[in-house]
């Protein structure tokens, strides 16, 4: 028997139930719930299916709904409070967890883990940390949201090894060996679509941490919606990817991790003539599924040993006019990789990196023979890098505009603007509907990127090859005078977003100066 939830004192109480996306689809206002009959404010009457989504999503809550019965309320006053529907708190959803303390098996906590995952998508999360230790200290939830970390509930240690123990049953892996490093991977459904759940385990001395990075295949982005506001990155890569070929070219996106790389790649796959070609694709995992492309899932497992090298080298004996490979990380593989563009393919991957010239030493820092050789591939192949950051955008609940003449000096110095320009300034203390952060759960790209021209390579060989056999890496910024260079600096980007509202001023200040101290 379900639980029987009274009229509560707290109206949050009863919108916890379902996802706050799913009220406003629906156009639902829940008003109280007694003896089993849910009352609800709505726009029109429900469909059938619809109440049976609302009951069916209590349940999984716990919660018994025998029927639901709308109450006459005004359309207009309806919507607005659809409008400012409430979210689950950080304590109700540590209290729903809770709820489930007593169950006797891992499988009856499919529920809880379900509300789980079902918050951590309303809140924009792109990962769960689950940090499970021993009978002496609470486990942590927490959310990865934009570039911030936030702590969301926290449950005994009995429920933490609990909630584990059912992760590890849904990613198949071995629920009892905790002194092993695990990957593996789920699907949970989301307002009837699939999200995909990559499970990482890591041993700890307390017990074990868990990471679930949350993916939803269905989310494709374009180019010219990642680049929105960069029309000349939307320019220049849409016309790489349609002209694809076997012309021993190499692209690729650089930045740290959880940066949107593998997205930006996929978009320009996708806009790709893949009808008339044969791409190969590798990764570590596959997220999404990408048609007309041939993709491998990458298993270094020692019984298996199907590495990023691997790959690559078995990937020339299969025709193709591109390869993909998700990530360089190691010497083999970015030797692979030259070898793939020496012989007249098109190569794309991710890098991490500092930033655009950084992208250079990187590379080398991995090749430790014959990197003369490298830098001439380098030279004759490489046609563009992109380096990117994904920026935090302003909360617009709680923010505000005021213009840059009522600026500090130095911000107005750095942002470069007239002084009666509006900007998008913080609220330092947040609001509710951004848990007092100032940010809004969006984040938007910010590139930096060089476009490699016929006109420059020579001189990109000479100055790559003088670099290599004398060590002298801090001629690496000089690559962007080179004459057939384009470069595209992150700077005035960041002065273009402030000036649209699409980052506050604050933000825009902050990432100039640290542009300007690391370099390029």
């Known amino acids: 028997m379900g639980l029987q939830m009274p009229l509560p004192a707290d109206a949050a109480a009863l919108y916890s139930l379902w996802p706050a996306s799913l009220l406003a689809q629906l156009r639902v206002k829940p008003i109280r719930l007694h003896n089993g009959t849910l009352y609800i404010a709505a726009?029109?009457?429900?469909?059938?299916?619809?109440?049976?989504?609302?009951?069916?999503?209590?349940?999984?809550?716990?919660?018994?709904?025998?029927?639901?019965?709308?109450?006459?309320?005004?359309?207009v006053a309806?919507?607005?409070?659809?409008?400012?529907?409430?979210?689950t708190t950080g304590q109700q959803l540590t209290d729903l967890l809770a709820r489930?303390?007593?169950?006797?098996?891992?499988?009856?906590?499919?529920?809880a883990l379900d509300s789980l995952l079902t918050d951590a998508l309303e809140n924009g999360a792109s990962d769960i940390h689950i940090e499970v230790h021993d009978n002496l200290a609470e486990?942590?939830?927490?959310?990865?949201?934009?570039?911030?970390?936030?702590?969301?509930?926290?449950?005994s240690p009995q429920l933490g090894r609990r909630l584990a123990v059912l992760i590890r049953e849904r990613a198949g892996i071995d629920t009892s060996n905790l002194e092993a490093l695990f990957d593996g991977d789920f699907r949970f459904r989301y307002h009837g679509r699939p999200i995909d759940i990559r499970v990482a385990i890591l041993p700890t001395h307390a017990q074990q941490k868990l990471t679930l990075r949350l993916s939803d295949p269905s989310a494709f982005q374009s180019l010219p919606a990642i680049f929105e506001h960069f029309p000349e990155f939307v320019k220049r890569l849409e016309h790489d990817s349609a002209k694809a070929s076997r012309r021993g070219s190499m692209g690729i996106v650089t930045g740290a991790t959880n940066q949107g790389k593998s997205t930006t790649l996929r978009a320009f796959v996708m806009n790709m003539p893949r009808h008339a070609l044969r791409v190969l694709?590798?990764?570590?995992?596959?997220?999404?599924?990408?048609?007309?492309?041939?993709?491998?899932?990458?298993?270094r497992h020692a019984d298996v040993g199907l590495t990023f090298d691997a790959f690559l080298r078995?990937?020339?004996?299969?025709?193709?006019?591109?390869?993909?490979?998700?990530?360089?990380?190691?010497?083999?593989?970015?030797?692979?990789?030259?070898r793939i563009v020496e012989t007249g393919h098109m190569f794309l991957s991710s890098l991490h990196a500092d930033s655009v010239v950084d992208t250079f030493p990187r590379l080398f820092s991995f090749i430790h023979a014959s990197r003369a050789e490298a830098a001439f591939v380098l030279s004759r192949?490489?046609?563009w890098i992109i380096h990117q950051v994904l920026i935090s955008t302003p909360c617009r609940a709680c923010s505000t505009t005021v213009p840059t003449s009522q600026l500090p000096e130095d911000a107005r110095t750095t942002l470069g603007l007239e002084d009666d320009v509006e900007v998008v300034s913080l609220n330092p203390a947040g609001c509710p509907e951004c848990r007092y952060q100032g940010y809004g759960k969006q984040r938007t790209v910010v590139p930096a990127g060089i476009w490699i021209n016929a006109s420059a390579r020579q001189a990109l060989h000479q100055h790559l090859s003088r670099i290599v056999a004398d060590g002298h890496f801090a001629d690496y910024d000089q690559i962007l005078a080179i004459p057939g260079i384009d470069y595209f600096p992150r700077g005035p980007h960041l002065q273009t977003l402030a000036e649209r509202h699409v980052i506050a001023w604050q933000t825009a200040v902050h990432e100039i100066n640290w542009e300007a101290n690391r370099g390029h």
């Open 43 to 75: 726009v029109r009457p429900l469909l059938p299916f619809e109440e049976a989504l609302l009951i069916d999503r209590a349940k999984a809550g716990d919660v018994v709904i025998t029927q639901i019965v709308q109450e006459p309320q005004e359309t």
């Open 78 to 87: 309806t919507l607005a409070a659809i409008n400012t529907t409430p979210h």
């Open 100 to 111: 489930h303390d007593i169950a006797a098996t891992p499988d009856a906590l499919g529920p």
């Open 139 to 155: 486990t942590r939830i927490e959310y990865r949201v934009a570039n911030g970390l936030n702590h969301r509930a926290s449950v």
């Open 281 to 299: 694709e590798a990764g570590e995992p596959i997220e999404v599924k990408t048609p007309l492309t041939t993709q491998t899932h990458i298993n």
């Open 314 to 338: 078995a990937a020339l004996r299969h025709d193709p006019d591109v390869v993909f490979a998700q990530e360089l990380r190691d010497e083999e593989t970015i030797r692979a990789a030259l």
């Open 381 to 383: 192949g490489l046609s």
